[in-house]
């Protein structure tokens, strides 16, 4: 069974704060590797899929990396707008479906 | 419509009573997928569609949870006999397919509480 496990649960930061945000995975096959960016009260969006180890994404202050066990979401000089709920699911070779991890939640003050 | 939309947004019902949650997918997409997310829990899978299939239901919680899809389109999600447990965040979802690792575009859920 596909197991996604993301930590920290939660993280603060100050405006200016970069940090990194981890996923570790365990999936027979991996299709895609998915982030995303959920706010309360909204559906997940969509971030950033990645395929393979070794390929990393960015957009604006967010850059995610891959390896065969896990990702990371680097978060490069955050500011407010950046608090949100980021989820990591996965998809395996022979699944239609995502698996999702339970969140970290990161919280920018100013 | 420009992304996923969902029906109602909220919903507050009785112990015992059934609720049709529905799910209008982004146009083109042939993949939809219903998700479940409690308070403090991460997203659990409930069942997809490829066009009216559903080839996996293995997710729903119990026999009192249905779907269906009519037209390739429009989803409806049926609780039957509503319990408090069922209280929770159903998100619905679309994608232009099940297997290329394309993404899940996500609506913005249905609150259902059942008091």
């Known amino acids: 069974e596909d197991q996604v496990t993301q930590s920290p649960e939660a993280l603060r930061l100050q405006e200016g704060e970069s940090s990194s945000l981890n996923c570790s995975y365990t999936v027979s096959g991996l299709r895609g590797l998915f982030w995303y960016r959920q706010d309360p009260g909204k559906g997940p969006e969509f971030l950033f899929t990645l395929y393979s180890a070794g390929e990393e994404k960015e957009k604006e202050r967010l850059k995610a990396t891959l390896t065969k066990k896990e990702s990371f979401l680097h978060i490069t000089a955050p500011k407010p707008e950046d608090s949100a709920t980021y989820l990591c699911a996965v998809q395996a070779i022979s699944d239609y479906k995502l698996s999702f991890g339970a969140g970290t939640t990161v919280t920018v003050r100013a | 419509g420009a992304g996923v939309s969902q029906s109602p947004s909220n919903k507050v019902t009785e112990k015992g009573k059934d609720v049709e949650l529905r799910c209008d997918p982004i146009s083109g997409h042939t993949a939809l997928y219903w998700y479940r997310q409690s308070l403090g829990q991460g997203l659990e899978f409930l069942i997809y569609?490829?066009?009216?299939?559903?080839?996996?239901k293995s997710g729903l919680p119990s026999d009192r949870f249905s779907a269906e899809r009519t037209g390739g389109s429009v989803s409806t999600l049926t609780i039957q006999r509503t319990q408090q447990e069922d209280s929770a965040v159903y998100l619905c979802a679309s994608s232009l397919d099940t297997g290329g690792g394309s993404p899940l575009h996500f609506g913005n859920g249905t609150r259902l509480t059942v008091t």
């Open positions: 569609f490829q066009g009216n299939s559903a080839p996996d």
